[in-house]
């Protein structure tokens, strides 16, 4: 038990601007619905893809291969690597912005419903992180 707060959380559990009780809340829970209108929630900056790099390796504890998964499948070109030199430009950014696409520093402007699958997928990257610890240790 002791291993698992030795584990950090995932960068990106919670938004920049969050409210001090979310810092200790679980990946599991969803953030609760915040009825001010310039909340701004974000799943990470410009051209920084939303999937985290980790070895793929087979698994008989997740047979629907949930720890590779992303809720939601769609295409965001606003979060493609491959895009950055284009997203860069100051007159991309600028168009952006006044469009309300990204924050004045850079980060894309997402839904509550897609943070919040977006912690649902660091939950699974955690627990993966922790399923191995646990191995390692019995072994």
């Keep these: 038990m002791e291993m698992l707060h030795n584990i950090p959380k995932p960068k990106g ?3 920049r601007m969050h409210f001090p009780s979310w810092v200790d809340m679980p990946l599991s829970q969803k953030l609760p619905c915040v009825p001010i209108s310039s909340f ?3 799943r990470g900056r410009l051209s920084e893809p939303l999937r985290r790099n980790h070895k793929k390796e087979y698994t008989l504890v997740d047979p629907n291969n949930l720890f590779n998964y992303l809720p939601d499948h769609q295409y965001n ?3 493609d690597p491959s895009a950055q030199r284009y997203l860069q430009r100051p007159w991309v950014q600028k168009l952006l912005r006044q469009q309300g696409l990204i924050t004045e520093v850079g ?3 997402c ?3 897609e943070i919040n699958q977006y912690r649902e ?3 699974h990257l955690q627990t993966d992180i922790i399923n191995k610890g646990m191995k390692s240790q019995v072994s």
């Design 13 to 15: 559990y919670i938004p």
């Design 40 to 42: 701004i929630y974000s």
């Design 77 to 79: 070109a606003l979060h």
């Design 107 to 109: 980060e894309v402007v």
């Design 111 to 113: 839904s509550q419903k």
């Design 121 to 123: 997928y660091l939950q």
